[in-house]
């Protein structure tokens, strides 16, 4: 049987959306983080060569007296960027402020923010990539000499005021590292790329995180939540409460492997981790466009999502698990997926279903 399927078809919802398996953090999400976010490096779990390089440069700065070189962490969204800041902030003994670009909108913003920090203190800026120009201009004499260059006056009196700030070192996070102005790029000393977890790794956060909330779950279990979550503990932590809300209402509320996977199928959430949106967006490609290349506008008019969400939260994933490739014509899907969307073959456009 081939089906031909309409546009309207690849639009949600064909299954409903599936936010716990999107990386992008929600209010939600922040409260919870903040109660289960490892505090020291012998609790973060992953990104191990990270750690080794960022303790190395701790223990020089410490020794220098001086603060940290200002750092920027790239990668998919999820993988603890804002915990890492927290760990290295509670390892210099120093204070964080936390903020986003998109809350540093206004001039003033930035400048309140800049005067209010403390000598030693950690500014956490998530999203940089999203700053304004007014914005990365006050941030570029910060970062440099620490000094706020403030102008006064019109046009003929224009005046300039140079206002020194204390030492504080800037960490930037961004899931687009090609979006940053070369500028404000070239102002960070420490660039480093946050990775997925492996399915290990995951376990491992998820079995602790379930010990901080009093989850009982074994280790088949915790590798059953691991293995669908993406490379990301922060959908693994977002699974294992929805696992266990399954676990305590159909059984005696511990996890087992039988267990996680049941409460995941009934999520949607197939073997790989995909949601429907991803389905959605790999059936729309082999479907509509014999497995591309298609443009990003195209398959998110088609699936109702937008590119942001696509190319941010969506792709990451899809192309680390060689289901999606990014082609200078447009995304192309691999033959793997037509296997795992269960297609017969490759550029076959017949279907099981
Ligand atoms: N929760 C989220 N990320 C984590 C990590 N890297 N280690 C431990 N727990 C986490």
């Known amino acids: ?55 190395i440069t701790i223990e020089a700065s ?43 909108e206004r001039p003033r913003d930035i400048i309140g923010i800049l005067m209010s920090l403390k000598g030693g203190e950690i500014l ?24 706020l260059d403030m102008t006064t006056g019109k046009s003929q009196t224009v005046k300039t005021l140079r206002i020194p700030l204390p030492k504080f070192t800037l960490i930037g996070a961004t899931t687009k590292a090609g979006a940053l ?13 946050l990775e997925f977890y492996t399915e290990d790794e995951l376990a491992q956060v998820i079995k602790r995180t379930a010990g901080i909330l009093n989850i009982e779950i074994d280790t088949k279990g915790a590798h059953a939540i691991a293995r669908r979550s993406r490379g990301t503990p922060r959908i693994a932590n977002r699974l294992v409460k929805r696992v266990s809300d399954y676990a305590l209402v159909k059984h005696d509320g511990k ?25 959605n967006l790999l059936k729309l490609i082999i479907e509509k466009y014999n497995g591309g290349p298609v443009g990003i506008e195209t398959i998110a008019t088609a699936i109702g999502e937008d590119t942001r969400t696509i190319e941010d939260v969506c792709e990451p994933y899809l192309l680390q698990a060689g289901l999606l490739q990014r082609t200078p014509r447009g995304r192309k899907v691999s033959p793997s997926a037509y296997g795992h969307l269960g297609y017969k073959k490759y550029s076959d456009q017949q279907t099981l279903f």
Not at 98 to 104: D, G, M
Not at 125 to 147: G, S
């Open 1 to 55: 049987m081939s089906i031909i399927a309409d546009d309207n078809d690849f639009k949600q919802p064909r299954e409903a959306k599936n936010p716990v398996t999107k990386a992008e953090t929600t209010e939600f999400d922040k409260n919870f983080e903040n109660c289960i976010r490892p505090k020291s490096f012998d609790t973060y779990i992953g990104q191990s060569a990270l750690k080794e390089a960022l303790q």
């Open 62 to 104: 410490k020794k220098r007296e001086l603060p940290l070189d200002h750092l920027l962490f790239y990668g998919p969204p999820g993988l603890g960027k804002t915990t890492l800041a927290g760990v290295i902030a509670e390892q210099m003994g120093a204070e964080i402020k936390i903020t986003s670009a998109p809350a540093l």
């Open 124 to 147: 956490f800026i998530d999203e940089i990539h999203r700053l304004n120009k007014v914005a990365e201009e006050i941030l570029y004499p910060a970062m440099e000499d620490f000094v």
């Open 181 to 193: 102005s070369g500028p404000l790029r070239d102002r960070f000393g420490i660039i480093h790329r």
């Open 255 to 279: 996890i087992t492997e039988t267990i996680a996977n049941q409460a995941l199928d009934i999520l949607k959430i197939d073997e790989l981790g995909l949601d429907n949106t991803d389905r």
